[in-house]
Structures are given as C-alpha cells and as structure tokens.
T-cell receptor
Framework: DAGITQSPRHKVTETGTPVTLRCHQT?????MYWYRQDPGHGLRLIHY???????DKGEVSDGYSVSRSKTEDFLLTLESATSSQTSVYFC???????????????????FGSGTRLTVV | AQSVTQLDSQVPVFEEAPVELRCNYS??????LFWYVQYPNQGLQLLLK??????LVESINGFEAEFNKSQTSFHLRKPSVHISDTAEYFC????????????FGKGTKLSVKP
C-alpha cells in the first residue's frame, strides 16, 4: 500500500539462523505494528511501537524482538528462526487523532503487502 | 479478555446473491469495530468501521454492517455480490480507552461463483 513497504517480500531461511524483516513508512505515523497471519488463526499481534524506541509485546512475542530507532522504520528480528515461525508477516501503521483516550487503531490501520517467510 | 468470533470460516455464494458474514465480539465495555478485506496475495484494507453514532455503516463498494450492542454483533452484509468480492474478510475490535491494539477474528473466506 502507498506509504508503507515491507522487505523482503519473500524469504526462505534455515532453522537456527537470524532473520530481520523491515517495515518502512513515509507517512510519519506514530504507531507501527507487526502481525503474523496463519491459516485458522487470523492475524495475531507480535509487537507494536508507539514511538521511537517505545515498543511493547503483543500476544505472540516469544522468539521475536523489535527495534525502532527512527519514526519511519520498524524492524522485526527472529533471533533463531524455527519452523513454527513460518508465516506471512504484516506490518501496519496508524495515527492517533485527538488526545486522551482516543487511540490510533480507532481510525484504522494501513497494512503493508506482507513478507512470506519460510523456515526450513 | 476481549475476543472476536467470526462464525463462518468459508462462505460460498453465487454471483448477485445476498451475503451476510457474521461477527460477534465479547467485551464488557464499549468497543470500536472494523471490517477489513484481504484480496489474494495482498495486505488487508479497511472496509468500514463503527466508532460511534449511527449503528449502520456503509462502504463505498456496497457493503454495510450494523452494530448491535444487545447482541454484541457487527455482521457484514451485501445485497448482491460480484465475482470481484471474492476475498477474505476479517472483523476486528478494540476496546474504547485501551492501548488501541486491534483484536482480529480468524477470517471468513467469501467465494463468489458465477
């Protein structure tokens, strides 16, 4: 989608190797998210970021780490890839409008096109 | 914990027939609700959303969804589907006042046949 790109689009890696996926945005949005999509599970949140160097865990964060040193980039790292991490990974961005309890997701996410990762 | 349930994993339908994709959420507090669509080999796109106000919301391509608080539902409907509506549809919710992270249902694959 315009304003958000993921790289690489496809990757095959071996069990035990480190892998880093990149999400890059040009929208200057504050919030960024990493989800994984698996058949029968829908989308599950891995990690998210609410600002530079501000990140938090989602529901399936084990085995993953993230970093956000710049507003535009959000990196997802698999320190030692396992076959259970074979999945399609989506990055999403959103912006917060208003103050107080109004949060970013309330106005919808913009998703990237995904990275298909295969761990063999 | 809040959850979103999509009751049908697959819905086959003939072209020009009506369709309803069901979504229920569980939450003891107010929520914001969304439908996203995913076409093959693409990311998700926002289809429509309910934040407040009128309980009936519409998309630009003829879909509509109605927020029903008493039944905790947000079903998606279209009176006449096209082949091009073939896609996977995801219902999502987040709790008002929360961090705002969306919780997604497991998806419903809509297959429109000629």
């Amino acid at each position: 989608d315009a304003g958000i790109t993921q790289s690489p689009r496809h990757k095959v890696t071996e069990t035990g190797t480190p892998v880093t996926l990149r999400c890059h945005q040009t929208e200057n949005h504050r919030y960024m998210y990493w989800y994984r999509q698996d058949p029968g599970h829908g989308l599950r949140l891995i990690h998210y970021s609410y600002g530079v160097k501000d990140t938090d865990k989602g529901e399936v964060s084990d085995g993953y780490s993230v970093s956000r040193s710049k507003t535009e980039d959000f990196l997802l790292t698999l320190e030692s890839a396992t076959s259970s991490q074979t999945s399609v990974y989506f990055c999403a961005i959103s912006e917060s409008i208003g103050t107080g309890l109004i949060r970013a997701a309330n106005y919808g996410y913009t998703f990237g096109s995904g990275t298909r990762l295969t761990v063999v | 914990a809040q959850s979103v349930t999509q009751l049908d994993s697959q819905v086959p339908v003939f072209e020009e027939a009506p369709v309803e994709l069901r979504c229920n959420y569980s939450s003891s507090v107010s929520v914001y609700l969304f439908w996203y669509v995913q076409y093959p080999n693409q990311g998700l796109q926002l289809l429509l959303k309910y934040l407040s106000g009128s309980t009936l919301v519409e998309s630009i391509n003829g879909f509509e969804a109605e927020f029903n608080k008493s039944q905790t539902s947000f079903h998606l409907r279209k009176p006449s589907v096209h082949i091009s509506d073939t896609a996977e549809y995801f219902c999502a919710a987040n709790r008002v006042g929360s961090q705002g992270n969306l919780i997604f249902g497991k998806g419903t694959k809509l297959s429109v046949k000629p």
